[in-house]
């Protein structure tokens, strides 16, 4: 009877557990159904308009500088390049040469104003690559247009195309040996199909090349975290409290979500489980958590990157993340990766997979 009762209770608990998987994914569906029409049209005006602006979409404060410098070059040197236009220089590159096409062709997903494009096609001209094109996949016209002018001043016009167009709805027309995305997967909507369209048009022997962010949908910080960014946040000077993004001082941090407007960080959690059901991680470096929240856009301004006690400050944060990545108690908010369709060897840094990279939402 026990034991009967047992297996039924077992029985229950799985049935509602694939009850609750499924109904998660038929919402996650209904509401990327609602998204499209008016709602997605209006939040694609916003995007537009947001970096429009934008002259420069990577600019980041000082104290970022100093933090990356300091941890995030070692782990990058490890695989022998020193900043992430080399991460990507570097494995098209190889990329390419595993393909063996005399004249490859690349393409970038959400490319902004193709600045970081411009500057891997000078690298791999440099490296000795002669024949080859980066496709510049992009929504906002006004950044393919500052995209075409650098492009021509920086004279690798003849490497770099324009394409505008949604990679909510991308379906590659030719065979890439190499696509690469910076910074611009935590934008889309559609991860499924975009990555099964990577998927179709990647060379076999080609890579996926990545560096993103991988947190919280929405940049937001999980629970764990959150109680992590309130303790250190108690330690600041009140003027370093004022956010200048949302221009408001916050006395305890608020848990912002980014995806609010915009496509900000839309399915960021989602990104590396739907990496892993589709692809083989060949290179993974996973990295930082809490540390985000005091060296990026909104308080990062008001830290001084020669100043004792702000980089003492960053330092106890960092190496606080480290500790926490690698003992399971936070997962790493940022990734740099590079996939095959293929099964492969997995390199990857300080102990973290991407398997133990991925915050369970529930
Ligand atoms: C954070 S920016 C990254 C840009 C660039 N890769 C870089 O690192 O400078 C995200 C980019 O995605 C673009 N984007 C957003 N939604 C898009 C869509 N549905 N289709 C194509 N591009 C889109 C934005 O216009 C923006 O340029």
């Not at 595993?98 to 494009?117: L, V």
């Not at 690698?326 to 991407?354: D, E, I, Q």
Request: charge should be negative; glycine fraction near 6%.
């Amino acid at each position: 009877m026990n034991y009967l009762g047992g297996i039924s209770r077992k029985l229950k608990s799985a049935i509602e557990e694939m009850t609750t998987a499924f109904e998660r994914s038929l919402n996650a569906a209904r509401s990327r159904e609602r998204m499209k029409g008016e709602a997605y049209a209006a939040k694609l005006a916003t995007e537009t308009e947001i970096f429009k602006g934008q002259e420069d979409i990577n600019a980041l404060p000082e104290i970022f500088h100093y933090w990356s410098n300091k941890y995030l070059r070692p782990m990058l040197e490890e695989f022998g390049v020193s900043n992430p236009d080399q991460f990507f220089a570097k494995y098209l590159h190889e990329s390419a040469l595993s393909c063996a096409i005399a004249d490859p062709a690349f393409i970038s997903i959400g490319a902004g104003n193709c600045d970081t494009e411009i500057r891997v096609a000078q690298l791999m001209k440099r490296a000795g690559l002669t024949r080859f094109v980066i496709e510049c996949l992009e929504m906002n016209p006004h950044l393919l247009l500052r995209g075409r002018q650098m492009a021509a001043q920086e004279g690798v016009a003849e490497h770099i195309d324009f394409v505008e167009g949604d990679f909510n709805d991308w379906k590659g027309k030719r065979r890439y040996a190499g696509i690469m995305a910076n910074q611009s997967l935590h934008h889309v909507l559609n991860l499924e199909s975009l990555f099964d369209a990577v998927k179709r048009s990647l060379h076999p022997k080609g890579y996926f090349v990545i560096s993103d962010m991988i947190g919280r949908n929405g940049h937001q910080r999980w629970p764990e975290a959150l109680a992590e960014v309130h303790r250190f946040w108690r330690e600041l000077p009140a003027g370093y409290r004022y956010n200048v993004q949302l221009k408001r001082h916050e006395e305890l941090y608020e848990n912002w979500d980014c995806s609010a407007e915009g496509f900000e960080g839309v399915r960021a959690q989602d990104i590396v489980p739907q990496l892993l059901k589709r692809f083989h991680f060949h290179v993974y470096i996973g990295f930082a958590n809490v540390i985000d929240v005091f060296i990026d856009r909104a308080f990062g301004h008001h830290f001084k990157a020669d100043g004792e006690w702000d980089r003492d400050f960053v330092d106890r944060v960092h190496a606080f993340d480290e500790e926490a990545l690698r003992n399971g108690k936070l997962t790493p908010t940022h990734m740099m990766a590079v996939l095959t369709t293929r099964p492969c060897a997995l390199l990857y840094s300080r102990g973290l997979t991407p398997e133990n990279s991925v915050r369970d939402p529930s």
